[in-house]
């Protein structure tokens, strides 16, 4: 499965947009790219995914790169319930539900 | 819906003991997989299993150990507890689909002590 890189931490001022991202240029065809969140002691908690093309749902937008080798999560109005550690996964469609965690980015929202 | 269920959700056992963790998925999945989250180890991906076999095996000894019950209802346990079993289990079930993407819903944890 492919790895990925994130920066180790991010503050953000409430009420602004959170652009977190993360670089996965191992990449290959067939895998997704994923975003979970944990916040302190809580299970990780599902934002988004893509494959090719750029997504938005409630919680949050994927932009992902042409070359698909990376992809910003964007938060649009951050709020101090967002601070939070958030994971960028990568992997194949139909794949093992195995999650390989990196270290995350540990992003602060700021009042 | 109802989300994915752990018990207990804190224990407290000393070492050499050996303690069972309980997971309901959600209605409708059929994969279950559990993850170790330590401090210093982060989440680490102990097993899956789908339709009551295990198809993947993270990098743990053989005192962990899980199974899944026909209603996919899951089960791990961990024989001789170490102090360094101490950790929060999470478990986390998802439809699987063969052709598209698989999110994963993760359920509260069991936080687990080892004195």
């Known amino acids: 499965d492919a790895k990925t890189t994130q920066p180790t931490s991010m503050d953000c001022a409430e009420g602004r947009a959170a652009n977190l991202p993360c670089n996965h240029s191992t990449i290959s065809g067939n895998e997704y790219v994923y975003w979970y969140r944990q916040i302190h002691s809580q299970g990780p908690q599902y934002i988004i995914h893509?494959?090719?093309n750029n997504e938005t749902n409630e919680m949050a937008s994927l932009i992902i790169t042409e070359d698909r080798k990376s992809s910003t999560l964007i938060l649009p109005h951050a709020t101090l319930r967002d601070t939070a550690v958030y994971y960028c996964?990568?992997?194949?469609?139909?794949?093992?539900?195995?999650?390989?965690f990196g270290q995350g980015t540990r992003l602060t929202i700021n009042p | 819906k109802a989300g994915v269920t752990q018990t207990p959700r804190y224990l407290i056992k000393t070492r050499g003991q050996q303690v069972t963790l309980s997971c309901s998925p959600i209605?409708?999945?059929?994969?279950v997989s559990w993850y170790q989250q330590t401090p210093g180890q982060g989440l680490q991906f102990l097993f899956e299993?789908?339709?009551?076999?295990?198809?993947n095996k993270g990098n743990f000894p053989g005192r962990f150990s899980g199974r899944q019950f026909s209603n996919s209802r899951s089960e791990m346990n961990v024989s001789t507890l170490e102090l360094g079993d101490s950790a929060l289990y999470l478990c986390?079930?998802?439809?699987?689909?063969?052709?598209?993407?698989?999110?994963?819903?993760f359920g509260a944890g069991s936080r687990l002590t080892v004195l």
């Open positions: 996964i990568v992997l194949p469609r139909g794949g093992a539900q195995k999650l390989v």
């Open positions: 893509g494959l090719k």
């Open positions: 209605s409708g999945h059929r994969s």
């Open positions: 299993y789908f339709s009551e076999t295990q198809r």
């Open positions: 986390a079930s998802s439809p699987f689909q063969v052709s598209g993407a698989n999110v994963l819903t």
